[in-house]
């Protein structure tokens, strides 16, 4: 017994130590893995760490810029004046807004060269000197007033206006695109003309089209905006319009609805309308002055040209009178098909039949009628344009025309 027991010890210590070594090994294995993940979490703080620091960075630099913005908030106005004279480098002579005339210095790092008499300049609230040199600038309004994007109007647009658009075209167009003929002949090509007629008959739509057509700079202003408050503004912004007009040249200057400055002068009038007549004298100074407009053509619009100066209609200033009238049968026959031409409409549609109904109307009121002959089959869900569409459409039209008539506009005005 004593022997079996012998053999059966060597046996019990071997499976001792295969179960350490398995302990061991799966104790590597743990470490292992906790480095492995202590190793990672180590790299996101890391990552984490120059991320903040970034974050940190860029919040600085953006409170830097906003304690800048916040003083120069702070700071005291600049006081925009003009230079009057120059006594040597660092003083000079200037004129503030209010009027005032001061003797100034200059800062030194302005260049002496630069300040010519009439240049515009920012001066300190506190000491007046100098500080900046300031370029000079249009009106906001008066820059916004150029056409960058050409309208998508064509003369094809306009119906019934065939000898308008040539006379339009011989005044505006043709001394800019061929000033030769003119010279040929020894005359002077006409320097703007005047639109009148009816509203809604197409005269800022002929604008639209000359505009279109023309590689000129078109810059285009309603009367209305240069009628300006204080004294001496609405000069000034006629001023600059022709200056900004000739800076661009070759071009051409729409001023619609000019009866807002363009009024009869009166011996009784008040202070806003003596400063709206100082306004007109500086556009009758413009066009018929000493500084040339060869490559500057004016267009003007009105529907009352009843109420215009006489010295505005003068043969020198607008020597075209372009009269737009109430279209004619067959103007509404050219106008009614160029709007119907892309709607469907169905077959027992005659214009022509249409054309008797709408006498007396614009080419707005037509158009007005085609958009409403259109809703009413909209409204009916039909696919095309009926007859009946356009009888319903006429009837509402001409009563509201009627409804919108104003007995008190002079008769036969335009007739």
């Given amino acids: 017994m004593s022997s079996d027991s012998d053999a059966l010890a060597p046996s019990s210590d071997s499976n001792v130590s295969a179960r350490d070594d398995d302990g061991i090994d799966s104790q590597l294995q743990r470490l292992e893995k906790d480095y492995r993940e202590l ?36 700071s005291p106005p600049h006081i925009v004046g003009n230079v009057q004279d120059r006594i040597s480098d660092d003083k000079i002579v200037v004129r503030s807004s209010n009027g005032t005339i001061f003797l100034v210095s200059v800062n030194t790092r302005i260049d002496a060269d630069l300040l010519k008499p009439g240049t515009r300049v920012a001066l300190n609230q506190d000491t007046l000197s100098v500080i900046e040199v300031l370029n000079d600038a249009w009106d906001p309004l008066v820059t916004g007033a150029e056409m960058v994007e050409k309208p998508d109007v064509s003369y094809d647009d306009l119906g019934g206006l065939g000898e308008q658009i040539q ?20 005359i002077k090509p006409p320097k703007g003309v005047l639109l009148v007629g009816p509203p809604g008959c ?16 078109f810059i285009r202003l309603v009367g209305s905006e240069l ?16 200056d900004l007009a000739r800076e661009k040249a070759p071009s051409i200057v729409f001023i619609d609805e000019i009866d807002a400055i363009g009024a009869k002068r009166l011996d009784t009038a008040t202070s806003g309308d003596r400063e709206v ?57 050219s106008i009614l098909e160029i709007h119907m ?45 009926s007859a ?28």
């Avoid at 006379?167 to 003119?182: A, C, G, T, Y």
């Avoid at 009628?227 to 022709?242: C, N, T, W």
């Avoid at 707005?364 to 002959?373: G, M, Q, S, Y």
Wanted: charge should be neutral; proline fraction near 4%; aromatic fraction near 4%.
């Fill in 227 to 242: 009628a300006q408050k204080y004294i001496g503004e609405g000069g000034r912004m006629v001023r600059e319009l022709f």
């Fill in 39 to 74: 190793t990672e979490q180590a790299q996101s703080l890391l990552t984490q760490r120059v991320w903040l620091e970034n974050e940190v960075s860029n919040q600085k630099k953006k409170v830097n810029r906003l304690e800048e913005e916040i003083r120069m908030l702070r």
């Fill in 341 to 385: 031409s892309k709607m469907p409409t169905s077959k027992n549609l005659s214009v022509s039949k249409v054309v008797s109904m709408t006498k007396g109307f614009s080419g707005a009121d037509l158009k007005a009628t085609c958009v409403e002959a259109a809703m009413i089959a909209i409204r009916a869900k039909r696919k095309s344009v």
């Fill in 388 to 415: 009946k569409d356009f009888t319903t459409a006429v009837e509402r039209i001409a009563e509201k025309r009627a409804n919108s008539s104003n007995s008190d506009a002079p008769e036969n005005l335009f007739h």
């Fill in 167 to 186: 006379m339009v075209r011989e005044s505006i167009e043709l001394p800019l695109s061929s000033p030769e003929s003119f010279t040929r002949f020894g």
């Fill in 202 to 217: 197409g005269k800022t739509m002929l604008a639209k089209a000359v505009a279109s057509s023309t590689d000129c700079s």
């Fill in 277 to 333: 007549q100082r306004t007109l004298m500086q556009l009758l100074a413009e066009l018929d002055g000493f500084d040339a407009l060869d490559d500057v053509k004016l267009i003007s619009a009105t529907n009352r040209p009843d109420i215009l100066d006489e010295a505005l209609l003068r043969p020198g200033r607008f020597d075209r009178i372009i009269e737009i009238p109430l279209p004619d049968e067959d103007g509404r026959t």
